[in-house]
């Protein structure tokens, strides 16, 4: 074993220490965490269980095939934590997460006999020495000893793991394994070009054809499904829980006709959105879609924005232009936040809905349209209409047709829906190329509350993107400057020789189980918080001991006694 390759072994053990304290039990949630990355315990079995049946029913090739990719993607989905945890190693020291992962996961005990990696140059060559294979382990019990190695999905994550490392395709080999008879495994892995059969072994990491007809005819019956059942939804709504889609249905219902419908929601849930979705599927599709935030505008200018204005009408209005009204004739027209509407503006927009007519500001001449107007609030116009600064007449006109869209809080379904488009979106839109979010960050996304609601999501993804290191994951820190708080949960890791270490019982739990740990004494304990105290404090006695909440004699008393309890503790 050369000295990289001993250096290499001797770092592992130290890259374990540290991976196995990353890896979290979270009791409550029943949820298991490597670093952002959601994980689960998996009986041996139940995998055997799952290769037989897939031997048995697609053939050994087909299998051996499905389980490469699957490795293959397991590995390289670790080399972007292994580059998100030292972002700033050695080729040797990301390469060597790889294994220390494949150990933590319970795969198989890795000895690295020859390695040389130069990412730079692009070269790579690994010997490594697997004991103790799970995957060995299960298919030799099902099917006993074989003529081929039976390692592929171990041999799959090596190389998706190097692949992904190396920006180039690395491929192993197993030359030797317990399947076939030998006392351990053994993998070679090096650039596919340098294989002489490199291009076989490379269509084991194709899709499979079988599979791609199988996909081909599933596509085929879910299109003759949606021509049966089409829900019609436009492009631009996401969305896949029952809330949502009740509601668009309940809006799409109203699109065949003139009704005038009022959308209702808190605000950012996509009510304008909602709108567009009505005006595409409706009959005045080619027609103009116009839009108006009612807050957003002034009091003295909103008239003059919907019912538009004559020359000379006011000071400024140097010219004649029409309104939204005429702009939206014979398409639709969205009112959002129609609850701020003046009095005067309530009052010339009964008139239209009743009537299809108006006058602009600074005229007399009658004006009629043919426009179907969606309005939306996020306050209660009934409450309005009780405290006098909402016309009770119009809220019967708006309220022919009312649909509520559920918050995103009850939409947790369609929140990994909504991120990749946003992700799509803003990749583009930045210039950079990210991979989506950790498992961690979609959980945190998903129990989030959103009071902002689809407007505060599309932010904090696009803040996401533009945070993320290119080629990445977007994690839970890059979404939101001050992540949202945890529910307290009874947490665990575990220290480098397996044990469990609680973390978040509570604080005297933590001590206690690091005293019976370590072997310490109550004694050493106080004399360590003493010191600690006087030390932040500068030798000012009577500042540590306001910060342990004790007197400065008291203090004081401790400190001249501490070495004696020390040397009584020793004996």
């Keep these: ?43 041996t079995a139940a995998l055997g269980a799952l290769r037989k049946e897939l031997v048995d029913t697609l053939g050994l090739e087909r299998t051996r095939g499905l389980f490469a990719r699957m490795g293959f993607q397991s590995g390289a989905r670790d080399a972007e934590l292994a580059r998100k945890l030292r972002p ?50 299960v298919h030799r019990h099902l099917f006993g000893v074989g003529d081929e190695p039976v390692c592929w999905m171990q041999v799959g994550y090596a190389s998706g793991y190097t692949s992904s490392l190396m920006g180039r395709t690395i491929l192993y080999k197993e030359t030797e394994c317990v399947g076939c008879g030998d006392r351990n495994c053994r993998i070679v892995g090096k650039p596919v070009e340098d294989w002489p059969d490199g291009e076989e072994m490379l269509k084991l990491y194709q899709p499979d054809p079988l599979f791609d007809t199988l996909l081909q005819l599933q596509s085929e019956v879910e299109s003759l499904r949606s021509m049966q059942d089409d829900t019609g939804q436009p492009e631009d709504l996401v969305g896949i829980s ?35 979705g009505l005006h595409h599927v409706s009959r ?42 005429e702009r939206a004739d014979g398409g639709t027209l969205f009112l959002d936040e129609v609850g701020e509407l003046s009095a005067n503006a309530q009052a010339k927009l009964l008139r239209v809905l009743q009537e299809g007519e108006f006058e602009r500001v600074g ?21 309005a209409v009780r405290r006098g600064t909402f016309r009770k007449d119009l809220l019967y006109r708006l309220n022919v047709y009312p649909v509520t869209i559920p918050p995103l809080r009850e939409r947790c379904d369609d929140i990994p829906l909504l991120v990749e488009r946003f992700i799509a979106k803003y990749s583009a839109r ?21 009071p902002g609601n689809v407007r505060e999501l599309e932010n904090v993804v696009e803040r996401g993107v533009i945070l993320a290191a290119p080629g990445v994951r977007i994690t839970e820190c890059d979404l939101f400057a001050s992540p949202p708080a945890e529910v307290e949960c009874d947490t665990a ?79």
């Excluded at 108006?292 to 003059?304: H, K, R, V």
């Excluded at 969606?374 to 116009?381: K, R, S, W």
């Excluded at 310490?520 to 003493?530: A, K, S």
């Design 493 to 571: 890791s575990l220290d480098a020789s397996g044990r469990p270490l609680r973390q978040n019982a509570s604080a005297a739990d933590a001590l206690f189980d690091h005293m019976a740990r370590e072997g310490i004494p109550l004694d050493r304990i106080e004399n360590m918080l003493i010191e600690t105290a006087v030390e932040r404090a500068a030798g000012n006695l009577s500042q540590a001991a306001r910060m342990l909440g004790i007197t400065r004699p008291q203090l004081a008393y401790r400190w001249r006694n501490r070495d004696k309890a020390s040397a009584s503790a020793d004996e």
């Design 363 to 383: 005229d007399t001449h009658v004006r009629r349209v043919n426009v179907r107007v969606v309005a939306a609030t996020n306050v209660d116009l009934n409450d």
């Design 284 to 325: 005045r599709r080619d027609k103009p879609f116009v839009a108006i935030n009612c807050a957003a505008m002034a009091e003295e200018l909103i008239e003059a924005e919907l019912f538009g204005v004559e020359r000379g009408a006011f000071t400024g209005a140097h010219q004649s232009r029409p309104g939204r009204f």
């Design 430 to 450: 930045h210039g950079k190329r990210v991979l989506g979010l950790t498992d961690r960050a979609i959980t945190t996304l998903r129990a989030y509350t959103w």
């Design 242 to 276: 029952d809330g949502f889609i009740e509601a668009w249905r309940l809006a799409q219902r109203a699109a065949p006709s003139d009704v005038t419908v009022l959308l209702l929601g808190e605000t950012g849930v996509g009510k304008e959105r909602f709108a567009r």
């Design 1 to 43: 074993m050369g000295d990289s390759t001993a250096r290499f072994s001797a770092s592992m053990r130290e890259g374990l220490d540290n991976l196995s304290r990353r890896l979290k039990f979270v009791m409550q949630e029943g949820h298991i965490w490597l670093d952002e990355n959601r994980m689960i315990l998996l009986h």
């Design 88 to 137: 700033t190693a050695s080729d040797f020291g990301l390469l060597e997460i790889g294994p220390c992962l494949h150990v933590l996961e319970g795969n198989v005990r890795v000895t690295p006999i020859d390695v040389h990696i130069d990412i730079a140059k692009g070269e790579y060559y690994g010997d490594h020495l697997w004991e103790d294979s799970f995957e060995a382990e």
